[in-house]
């Protein structure tokens, strides 16, 4: 009984051994499999569902599903050496996927400007508005000279003509209907402020109106006048120092740029006097628009001869056309 007891005992230990041996070795075999788990995964770099978007590799147009990691927002996450092979250790900002943008333009040769929002904006109307609204939507501590507390009228009624006796205002829209025109048959999409000598909307209103329906660029039509009836010909202004901030400088310096292209054309067309192109803070409807604009004065209604051309519909045909072109050669071109 005691030798079977021995006998038992010494099997229950080799059994114990035997059981702690295979323990051992399946302890083993497990980490083994851990081990090279984890050098796949840190080769392969991320894996499942993340997709890493960096400048150098773009989205190539490729369908992408799921979420996109935005590894800039992530600055332990560099686009070289991928991220954790476990994407849920790794916070994923899901944003939605969607195409890029189209670009400007149009594959339609007959409408090439199919795609672009322009504002097209007669200066004046028949009802001045003499009520005061701010100049521009900046304050003093950015422009003294210039701030929000100036206040100018919402609306006047403009020159007249000296030999035709034709309202400013009046010749404005007669041209910018034209521009209209013009600009819709080459597939752009016009904004008007008016097209009528009754309304009633402030320039304040007029650049907002614009903003909101998201135009790319603003031609603000409008005819000059002087004291010294012998002066004539063609001007522009564009936007000035503004909020003092570099991209407001960026943006003055460009629309300058491009408005002396538009000057240059306006005088080829038309044969008229080319004048200055003006950087100017004082215009309520330059100093509210988000975009590029520029106020052209097509001409002196003060001047006899320039006030005849400037209200015959051929001379208005040549102003709207080398606008079109300005907008097709140079700002689209
Ligand atoms: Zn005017």
Not at 51 to 57: F, G, K, L, R, S
Not at 110 to 126: R, T
Not at 259 to 283: I, P
Not at 316 to 329: D, G, T
């Amino acid at each position: 009984m005691k030798k079977r007891q021995e006998k038992n005992e010494y099997c229950k230990g080799e059994r114990r051994r035997a059981v702690i041996a295979m323990l051992i070795a399946l302890c083993a075999l497990m980490l083994f499999a851990t081990f090279t788990g984890c050098n796949s995964g840190s080769e392969n770099g991320p894996t499942g569902n993340t997709v890493i978007i960096t400048p150098e590799n773009g989205n190539n147009g490729s369908p992408v599903t799921g979420y996109i990691h935005d590894a800039s927002s992530d600055p332990a996450v560099t686009p070289d050496n991928g991220n954790a092979s476990d994407p849920t250790q790794v916070p994923v900002t899901p944003i939605p996927v969607t195409q890029a943008p189209a670009t400007q333009g149009s594959d339609d040769p007959n409408l090439p400007l199919k795609g672009l929002k322009i504002c097209v904006d007669p200066g004046h109307q028949g009802a001045s508005m003499s009520e005061k609204e701010p100049c521009a939507p900046w304050g003093p501590e950015a422009n003294s000279s210039v701030n929000n507390t100036v206040m100018k009228a919402k609306a006047t009624a403009g020159t007249t003509g000296v030999s035709t006796g034709k309202t400013e205002f009046a010749v404005n829209l007669e041209i910018a209907l034209k521009l209209r025109d013009a600009l819709e048959s080459k597939g752009a999409t016009v904004i008007m402020s008016r097209t009528d000598n009754d309304s009633r909307i402030s320039n304040r209103d007029r650049a907002i109106l614009a903003n909101e329906n998201g135009c790319d660029l603003t031609f603000n039509i409008h005819c000059n006048g002087a004291e010294n009836h012998s002066i004539s010909g063609i001007e522009i202004y564009v936007r000035g120092a503004g909020d003092n901030t570099e991209e407001y400088a960026r943006r003055s310096k460009n629309e300058a740029a491009l408005g002396q292209k538009l000057l240059d054309k306006l005088c080829a067309y038309t044969g008229a006097n080319k004048r200055n192109v003006n950087k100017s803070d004082n215009y309520t409807g330059i100093n509210w628009r988000d975009h590029a604009t520029f106020i052209i004065e097509c001409g002196f209604m003060s001047n006899p001869e320039e006030d005849v051309k400037l209200g015959s519909p051929e001379y208005q045909e040549k102003l709207a056309q080398a606008i079109l072109a300005f907008v097709l050669e140079d700002y689209k071109g």
